[in-house]
Structures are given as C-alpha cells and as structure tokens.
C-alpha cells in the first residue's frame, strides 16, 4: 500500500523517534541502533498497586449543602466542602509502567563505519525492518509482535557466516532477572504492594554459533542468524505468569520463524487493509517525495510543502496503533496505548474519560476496525461493578457512575486535587454512548439487547436519580464541572464547580434518546421511558450567549481563560448530533462562533485538542478550516516518529487525526449520510475505500476536480440509507435505478446490495 511506511535513514535516539509495535497485550518500541540497540518493552497489565475502595463516605450526607451553596452564587464554598468531603482517599491511583529493557549490544570488532542505513516500518504488515552494512557485512533485523502466537519477536541476520556475536540484556526497575540454561532470561517482580505479579521469558534460537549466560545477560558468539523471542503476562490474566510465558515460547519457536511470521502479517493485514486512502498529487512528485525520510518529510510540511502522502501516512497509522493496541481479548488503549517507558509517566498513562479515552475510540468504527472497539465495551462492563457502588454511597443513586480517570481496575472513584477535572460524574455516560454507535454501525440487534442497552440503561438510572432542579426548575447536574475549565460570575466569584454545564445536559440528552430508541428498536416495555421523555422535557435547552457563542454553562458567565484547551460545550456538534447546519442552523452559527473565538484565544494547542477541532470544522462543513487545522496538528503536535504530542506524548491525538480525516470525507450522523462533505482545495483529487456508515454499509468514495465521481455503497444489514444528493448524481441500487428527489435518495436496503453513485458531469 502506498504511503504506508515510515522510513528513517538514521536510528532512533529518542524514545520518540522509535517504532511502535504490539499486539494488544504486548508492546515494544524498537530504536534500530546498529551497534547498541535498545527495545522498550510493555504489557499491558503492569499497572502499580492493587484495587481499592477509594469512594468518601462523606459525600452523601454534604451534598444536599454543596448543591446549596452552588445554586446560592458561591462555588468558593461548595469547592471547599466538596473537597472536604468528597474527595477520594488516596486521592490518586497508581501508574501504568513499563515491563523493562531489551539491550543488545554487538562486539565492535571488525564493525567498521555503518553505511547505508535504513530503518522502516511498514503498517500493512507491523514489521519493523532495519539494513545497514558494517566492515563489509550486510546485517539485516525484522521485529514484530504476533498476535496469533502472542509473543515479541527480533530476528537478526548478517551475510556473513559466524558474523553476529553480541549480548542480549533483559532488565527492570524494581524487577528481578535470573538466567535459565544458556538461551534464556526470566523476568519477574510484583507492581507494588497488592500489585498483580509479572513474568516475563526472553529465549534466543541461533542458526549456528554459541550460547552461554551471565547474570541477566546471554551471550551470543559468531552465529549466522539469531532471533530472540518474548512472552510476558500477570497475575491479572494467568496464575502462573512465568509458566503461560513459557508456553507461548515454546509454541512460537516449534512453529519456527517463517511461520509465526506468516501468521503475524496474515491477521495484521487482514485488519489493516479493509481500508486504503489516496490523496493524489502529481505521480512523479508523490513519488519523489514517498522516497524521503519520513522526519525529513515533516519538516518540509512544517515550512509550507503540501504533501498529500504524509496525511495519508499520519492516517493509515492511526489505524495502525489502534488495531496494535487494541485487540479482542486485551485492555483498552490507554493514554500512550500501550506504549510507555516510565515507571511514572505523565498522567498516569491511565484512561482519562472527559475525551481521551473516547477520542481514542473514535476511528474504530468509521474507519473499519469495530472489532478493536472491544476492549473498551469489556472495560465498560467491570465499570459498571465498580461504579454501581460509587453511584450509591456518594449520591444515593441507583446505576452507575464514572468520575475522570480510571485504571487497570476500573476505578470510578474521584481522583486527583486538581478540582476542574476531578468532581465530573459523566464518564459513564460517555462511554456507554460508544456502545450505542457500535450498534449504529453494525445493527446488531443482539448486541444491543444483551450489552449495550442494560449498559446505557444503568447509567440513564444514575442521571435519574442525580439530577437535581435548580432555581429555574431545569433539571441539571449538581456538583459537576466543565472539564477542567473555569467560570466567572457577575459578582466576581470565580469556580470551576457548577450546576448544570452543557456538555452534561447534552450528552445526558443524548444517552436518554439513545435509550428511547433502543425500547423503540426491541419492542420493550421499559417503565424508565415515560420518566426519560418527562426529564427530556425539563432539562435547560442549549443557550447562546451574549456575544454569539454558544453557552459552555446553564447560564451565561465570562470565561477567564476564553482560549482553553477543552471546548466541550460542542459536544452536541460532534460525537453528537444535535447540532447540525440543517437542523439547528442558529446554534451551528454559534458553534462556528465559539471556535474562531477559542482559536483566536490560543486554543488547540494541544495535539488532542487540535485533532477534535478538526472535526467540529468537519461537522460544520468548512473543508478549508479542517485542514488549516489537520496541517497545524502535523506541523506542533506530533513528534519525529508521528506520536502525537500533548505535549508530552498521548496518542489521542494520532487517533483523533484519523477519526477526523475520515470525517472529512464521508459524514452519517443525525440519520444522514453525506459524501465529501468537508473536502479541502489541497485535496482536489483521490479515492477512499472501506470506510463504513451508521446503517451498517462500507463506503468507497472516487473524486476529481474537487467533486464527487463515483462511489459504491456495499450493504451488510437490513436498514433504510438517506444520503444527500446532488443535482448531477445518479443511483441505482444492484443496477436498478433509484428515483430521488433534488436533496436526498432514501433507499431501503439489504444485506448484499450494491448502490452505485455516478456524477453525470
């Protein structure tokens, strides 16, 4: 596939500057160094410390004053009491890690100067690949992480009989590595007190030359090919983690290399592939510039060279890193993926659930990967165990609640003392709302019934029972924030604690419709319905202020920081639909408002924050603002290997970047299917394949001179298809005309059915 490699023509040096492999369960970055190579390894269950009861009994008893002192005017004395009594003890929970170091390190005897150096990973297959040639030796290296046969695999082989001879080092912070025989190194430790146990297996299979151990070192002496291979797991998915690795080891390396390599590029490219992207520019130039280095590439980006195949590379790997840390059977991505080097990494590396982990979601269904949207409904469902008890005894609610960031244990206690992020109950509701797009989507009744309607359900219960009235009469939130912003109010008091923000009342609307509609597509008799459409009914409407934006609060107050980073009172823009140009004209012109204001006052300045935008300029319907704002992403938020940057890293941005590509070109929210609705000028030619639609249909879209020329609609369920027209387009469905009118086809279709759209200018 076209523009699906990155190429260096140097190693990596920073962590951020090498390769990213994994499988779901195993990660490793690989730096390519000739000489001294270092691979950082991860799984993803190491996480410090153990589950605990972190939920303040206090919080019940003071929350009918706390709502008090909120609706009085005085948030200084609500946030006060708040953290006097609602705050979690400890007020923080223990870090996703990393598992350890790889090192390798080769005699230097006879390596000369290295020429001809190049390092590539190529996302269709997850292999990285490594050439140099060194004192008349062309060496050549391959590493990858199976996910068939679960293991890491680094493969080293030279041109030269007996040329490798180097030491293999396996090491961990606070771990302890012992050799076993003379091709193999054991791991293992615990992650703190209460922590689950690891294990980890490093074993070495040579084609010729020797073997011996040292410590948590093996040497190798002058074989021809040598390939380490490693397994790791915890005692969070195995009793015996040395024993489960040792297993995986010794089915990998009976199957030998070739196979397990096979079998790796096989399930990898069978995800991969269902989707491609062209953005075409002039052959000859496309070419010359998919030869270059891919930080030479971004550097030229970043001094005004428009480059189609760089954004269609920057998409492909979000598509990547997902399907690479996001597998049936694993955990969720979480704010590195499952990529960190630190035993204390910024944030925790821990699932943060006021955008991150969401954002990280994002392009799972729309851009043909649903299966790796998996891991997040399990995690949904070991939430809901643990939220049910935090619902209860902190608001005497029944369901289940999330604050803003969770762990390996699916916490949903309140974390931190930072109070714009902490007092925040919505993140259930966020996440089961993914549940619901998945069955947009695929139309999988079953699913529906058995996991995401009880899951939207119990969090619909919570919000029930939470919401309070205000002064007004509106039903609202009490206490909550908007994430990590703050207001200001005409009495000069200034609080992030608040009743009613409208990214509450928006997706609150949003989950109690979605709940509706699912009694409607069940043919259930629910008895929380009537109470659902009664709260519907009384719930603040989207306010618009003063000055043209739209209202990030229940009422209208000044902002101190007009340029903040979240902007999530578009909420209703994108993930959701209330907003749209046809529907609610006046409150997208406030949207559009609200971010030329935020951008004019600094906002987007980080990765995360810059790739949401992009989408709201999508929804919006402004090609040229969406890409301004893909091209700033590329040019401030992403380092030399294409991470995304906050900074520091956080891989959000990667996948928010992909999401709101795909965005750009095929749009199917509010039950409206929509071709190019946001295609840029610097796109004016190109072609997608694969990329699906609410309603269950896969989409290949072609486009010349900036217009739509072809696409094809391939049906996998039952459903009625609405998509926008216009005037020059022709349907027909299996070779049957379709009758239109001048804005819209509405098409009832079914499983193996083919609409075929052709522009007739």
């Known amino acids: 596939m076209n523009n699906a490699i990155l190429m260096y023509s140097k190693p990596a040096q920073e962590w951020v500057e090498a390769f990213p492999i994994g499988n779901g369960k195993l990660g490793a970055m690989v730096f390519g160094r000739p000489l001294d190579e270092r691979v950082q390894l991860n799984e993803e269950s190491i996480w410090h410390g153990g589950p605990q009861q972190r939920d ?30 609602m705050a979690s003890k400890p007020e923080d929970l223990g870090p996703y890690q990393t598992l350890g ?41 391959e590493s990858f992480v199976s996910g068939p046969d679960g293991v890491i695999v680094y493969r080293m082989s030279a041109d030269r009989r007996g040329a490798l001879s180097f030491t293999v080092t396996l090491s961990r912070e606070e771990g302890e590595v012992s050799p076993l025989g003379s091709d193999t190194l054991v791991l293992q430790g615990q992650c703190g007190p209460n922590g689950v146990h690891y294990g980890a297996v490093l074993r070495i299979e040579c084609e010729g030359g020797e073997l011996h151990t040292a410590g948590n070192t093996i040497i190798v002496s002058e074989a021809n090919v040598a390939t380490i291979y490693i397994a790791a797991a915890t005692t969070y998915r195995e009793a015996d983690p040395i024993t489960a690795s040792h297993e995986k080891l010794n089915s990998a390396i009976t199957k030998g290399y070739e196979a397990v390599r096979q079998a790796h590029v096989a399930e990898h490219d069978s995800l991969f592939s269902r989707v491609s992207l062209e953005l075409r520019k002039a052959a000859d130039q496309a070419a010359d510039q998919g030869k270059l280095p891919t930080d030479e590439r971004l550097e030229r980006f970043r001094n005004g060279e428009q480059d189609p195949g760089l ?41 943060h659930t006021n955008i991150n982990i969401q954002m990280n979601y994002w392009p799972a269904e729309v851009t043909n990967l649903a299966e790796c949207h998996e891991p997040l409904f399990d995690f949904i469902d070991q939430l809901r165990v643990n939220g049910r008890r935090t619902a209860q005894v902190m608001y005497g609610a029944r369901g289940f609640c999330v604050h803003h960031t969770s762990n390996l244990w699916a916490d949903t206690a309140i974390t931190s003392r930072w109070l714009p992020a902490m007092f925040w109950p919505m993140g259930g509701a966020w996440l089961v709302l993914h549940m619901w797009e998945h069955y947009l989507y695929g139309g999988d009744l079953v699913f529906l019934r058995d996991r995401a309607y009880p899951a939207m359900r119990e969090s619909a219960l919570f919000f029930l029972d939470f919401m309070v009235q205000d002064p007004l009469g509106r039903w609202v939130t009490a206490p909550s924030v908007s994430p990590e912003n703050s207001y200001r109010l005409p009495n000069g008091n200034e609080g992030a604690l608040c009743a009613g923000p409208s990214m509450d009342t928006q997706m609150i609307r949003m989950l109690f419709e979605a709940c509706l509609t699912s009694v409607e597509h069940l043919g259930l008799e629910d008895e929380i319905a009537p109470e659902l459409r009664e709260r519907l009914a009384g719930m603040p409407e989207q306010g618009i202020a003063s000055n043209g934006t739209l209202m990030e609060w229940a009422d209208e107050y000044e902002e101190p920081e007009p340029g903040h980073r979240h902007i999530s009172h578009l909420f209703a823009l994108h993930p959701a639909d209330q907003i749209t140009l046809d529907g ?12 030329e204001r935020r951008l004019a006052h600094g906002g987007g300045h980080t990765g995360w924050s810059r790739a949401w935008i992009i989408h709201f300029w999508a929804r919006l319907q402004d090609g040229e603002e969406a890409y301004a704002n893909l091209a700033g992403l590329l040019e401030k938020s992403v380092h030399p290997n294409l991470f995304g940057d906050h900074p520091p890293f956080q891989i959000d941005a990667n996948f928010g970047g992909t999401s709101a590509i795909a965005e750009m070109l095929l749009q199917s929210h509010a039950g409206l299917i929509q071709l190019l609705p946001a295609l840029p000028s610097a796109w004016p030619a190109g072609r997608v394949t694969g990329l699906r639609v609410r309603g269950c249909a896969e989409v290949d879209i072609v486009w010349a001179e900036g217009k739509l020329a072809s696409a094809e609609m391939r049906v996998k369920r039952d459903g009625v298809l609405r998509i926008r027209k216009d005037a020059d387009w022709t349907f027909s469905c299996n070779q049957n005309p379709v009758a239109s009118n001048d804005r819209f086809v509405q098409i009832i279709a079914h499983p193996g059915d083919r609409i075929h759209i052709a522009a007739t200018k």
């Open 101 to 141: 170091e790889l090192a390798i390190h080769l005699d230097e005897r006879g390596m000369s100067e290295i020429i001809g150096y190049w390092r590539e990973l190529d996302l269709q297959t997850g292999i990285v690949s490594v050439r140099y040639e060194a004192g008349g030796v062309k060496c050549c290296r």
């Open 56 to 85: 303040n009994l206090d919080a019940l008893p003071n929350l009918p004053e706390i709502r008090r002192l909120l609706f009085a005017g005085q948030p200084d004395e609500a946030e006060k009491l708040a953290f006097q009594s």
């Open 584 to 595: 609610t004209p006046a409150l997208a012109v406030a949207a559009r408002k609200t971010l």
């Open 311 to 351: 954004i269609e590379l920057f998409f492909h790997y979000g598509r990547y890193l997902l399907l690479s840390s996001s597998r049936r059977g694993s955990l969720p991505a979480n704010l590195q993926g499952i990529w960190n080097e630190s035993m204390t990494p910024p944030w925790e590396s821990d699932y």
